[in-house]
C-alpha cells in the first residue's frame, strides 16, 4: 500500500450517469470490501466511466460506515442479505453525511431507484422495505441519532467510524492525539506534490500554478498541496516529470536518508543506497531527484518483492527521466538476492527500509482500510518488519544510515520496533528524526504542525547510525 496515489476525482463530462447507477455500484464495492477485498480492486471492476463517482460516494460511505451500521441495527434488527445491507447502509452513510453534493431525499429516492432497478431479484424485491427503513431516518433522524450517541455499545464506533479495538489502541497509545488523529482519518486528504528541484525551484512552480489559475500553499521543503484536487493529466507539469503526486510526510523521507550522508566514503566509487521496499517508487524517485539536484555521485538500487509493482517503479521512474537498478527480491533473504544477481558481500552507504504495515496512517487515503484489518495483523507485520531490519542491518557499511519508516500510527510498527532493534544491537544508535507524525488535517489547529509540513499522512521515521567508517 502506498501514500502517494491519490484517489481520481470527478472529471466534467458531458452527461454524468445517474446517480442510482452509481449507488448500485458504490454499495457492490462496499459488499466487496465487507467480504475482505481492497476497495482500490473493486473499483478497478466498475465501468471507466462511472468509475470517479463511484469512488468519490464508496469512499465517503467507508469513512461513515460506523454510524450507517448503527443507525441499520435500529431500523432493522434483522441484519437484511448482504447486497441489500451494503446498498442500506451507503444510503444511510450518505445521508447521516453532512458535506455531500446530494441532499439526503435524493439520496434515499435514487437508493431506491437503485434497488428497484438490480439484476439480482433478492435486491429488487426488497426495494420497499428499503423505502420504509430509509423514510423512517429522514422522519426520525435527529431521534435515531441521538439514540445510537447515547447507548455506550455504539455510539464510539458510531461517532469515530473505525473498529472499536482500533479506537482503544490508539486512545491508550496516543492518549492527547487520538481524537484528532481519527478526526483526520474522516477526512479525504489534500492533493500535495513534490517538485522535482532538478527542474526548478519550488516558488517557481507556485508562480507558475497561479498563471495557471490554480491556488496552491507551500506545504514543506519540496512539497505544494492544491485547495482543489485534479486528476494527474491536469496538472501543470506532471506528464514533463516537473512534479509528481506524493504526500507531505512521505516526502521528508529522502532527504532524512541523504542529509548529512558523508559524501562518497570510498574514494573512487559512487554512494550505494537501497531502497529495500520500493514500489512503487515514491520515494525511489525522491531519493533519484534529490542525487541530481545535489550533485552527487550515486547508484540506487531498489528492491520489491512483488514483480508486477516493480513494473510501476519503472513506469514512475521513466516518466520523471530516473534511473535505477529495480530488482524483484525478498529484501530479507539471502537466497532471493542471490537469485537476483546481487552478491553476498554487497553493502550500502545509505538504506531506506519504508517497511510493508498496516497502513494505519493513510486511512483517509484509503478508507476501506481501517475496514479490512483485524488487530492481530499489527503483530503479524511488527515480526515481518523486525525481520527485514534484521537481515539489512548486515548490508550497512560501517558509518552508513538506515531509515526505518512505515505509514502506520501503531507502536508496534514505529517507537516500540525501533527501540526492540537498538536494545539487540549495540552498534546501532539514533539520529535525529521525526518518530511518530500523526495523520494531520489542513483544517485542523495548528497544534498538531510538526516540521512545517501540514495534511499529511501517519508515518513513522527513525533513523539509525552504524558505527565505524
Ligand atoms: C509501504 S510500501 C513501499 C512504498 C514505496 N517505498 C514508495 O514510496 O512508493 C511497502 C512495499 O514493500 C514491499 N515488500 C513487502 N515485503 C517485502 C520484502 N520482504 N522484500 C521487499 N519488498 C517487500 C511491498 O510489495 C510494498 O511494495
Not at 485534479?230 to 496538472?235: A, D, E, F, S, Y
Not at 529495480?326 to 530479507?332: F, L, N, T
Not at 525501533?418 to 546501532?428: I, P, R, S, T, W
Request: aromatic content about 4%; some cysteine.
Amino acid at each position: 500500500m502506498t501514500a502517494d496515489v491519490s484517489p481520481p476525482v470527478p472529471s466534467a463530462s458531458a452527461r454524468a450517469p445517474e446517480l442510482w447507477q452509481q449507488l448500485q455500484a458504490a454499495a457492490q464495492v462496499l459488499a466487496a470490501v465487507r467480504a475482505g477485498r481492497s476497495a482500490s480492486d473493486a473499483i478497478e471492476a466498475v465501468a471507466a466511466g462511472l468509475r470517479p463517482g463511484v469512488q468519490a460516494l464508496a469512499y465517503a460511505a467507508l469513512r461513515g460506515l460506523g454510524r450507517a451500521e448503527a443507525l441499520r441495527a435500529l431500523l432493522a434488527p434483522r441484519k437484511p442479505v448482504p447486497a441489500v445491507d451494503a446498498l442500506l447502509c451507503l444510503a444511510l452513510a450518505l445521508a447521516s453525511t453532512q458535506a455531500q453534493d446530494y441532499d439526503a431525499h435524493t439520496l434515499v429516492n435514487q437508493a431506491v431507484e437503485a434497488a428497484k432497478r438490480h439484476g439480482s431479484r433478492s435486491v429488487s424485491n426488497s426495494a420497499g422495505f428499503l423505502n420504509a427503513c430509509l423514510r423512517r431516518f429522514l422522519r426520525e433522524r435527529v431521534d435515531l441519532l441521538a439514540d445510537i450517541d447515547e447507548d455506550p455499545a455504539t455510539a464510539l464506533v458510531a461517532r469515530w467510524n473505525h473498529p472499536r479495538w482500533w479506537i482503544e489502541r490508539l486512545r491508550q497509545e496516543a492518549p492527547a492525539h487520538w481524537q484528532a488523529v481519527l478526526d483526520a482519518n474522516n477526512n479525504p486528504p489534500p492533493l500535495t506534490l513534490r517538485v522535482n528541484l532538478a527542474q526548478g525551484p519550488v516558488e517557481t512552480y507556485l508562480a507558475d500554478l497561479q498563471v495557471a489559475g490554480l491556488a496552491a500553499w507551500r506545504n514543506g521543503a519540496q512539497g505544494v498541496t492544491l485547495e482543489q484536487p485534479l486528476p494527474v493529466h491536469r496538472i501543470p507539469g506532471f506528464a514533463q516529470g516537473r512534479v509528481s503526486v506524493q504526500d507531505a510526510a512521505a516526502q521528508l523521507a529522502a532527504p532524512l536518508l541523504l542529509d548529512d550522508l558523508p559524501a562518497a566514503r570510498t574514494p573512487g566509487r559512487p554512494i550505494r543506497v537501497l531502497d529495500a521496499c520500493a514500489a512503487p517508487g515514491g520515494k525511489t524517485a525522491h531519493l533519484l531527484e534529490l542525487i541530481a539536484a545535489r550533485g552527487l555521485d550515486a547508484e540506487v538500487i531498489a528492491l520489491d518483492v512483488d514483480a508486477e509493482r516493480c513494473r510501476r517503479i519503472d513506469e514512475n521512474l521513466q516518466r520523471l527521466g530516473l534511473r535505477a537498478q529495480v530488482v524483484a527480491a525478498d529484501a530479507g533473504q539471502a537466497a532471493a538476492w542471490r537469485a537476483a544477481g546481487l552478491g553476498d558481500d554487497l553493502r550500502f552507504d545509505a538504506i531506506l527500509l519504508d517497511a510493508p504495515c498496516t497502513a494505519s496512517g493513510i486511512v483517509r487515503r484509503h478508507p476501506d482500510v481501517r475496514w479490512l484489518r483485524r488487530e492481530s495483523d499489527i503483530a503479524n507485520l511488527a515480526r515481518q518488519q523486525a525481520r527485514l531490519l534484521a537481515a539489512l542491518w548486515p548490508r550497512l557499511l560501517p558509518g552508513g544510515r538506515m531509515l526505518y519508516c512505515t505509514c502506520s500510527v501503531f507502536k508496534a510498527e514505529g517507537e516500540e520496533q525501533v527501540l526492540a532493534f537498538l536494545a539487540h544491537n549495540k552498534e546501532a544508535s539514533l539520529r535525529p528524526a521525526p518518530g511518530h507524525l500523526w495523520p494531520h488535517s489542513a483544517i485542523q489547529s495548528e497544534a498538531l504542525t510538526d516540521n512545517a509540513i501540514r495534511g499529511h499522512d501517519g508515518f513513522y521515521y527513525a533513523l539509525l547510525s552504524k558505527e565505524g567508517g
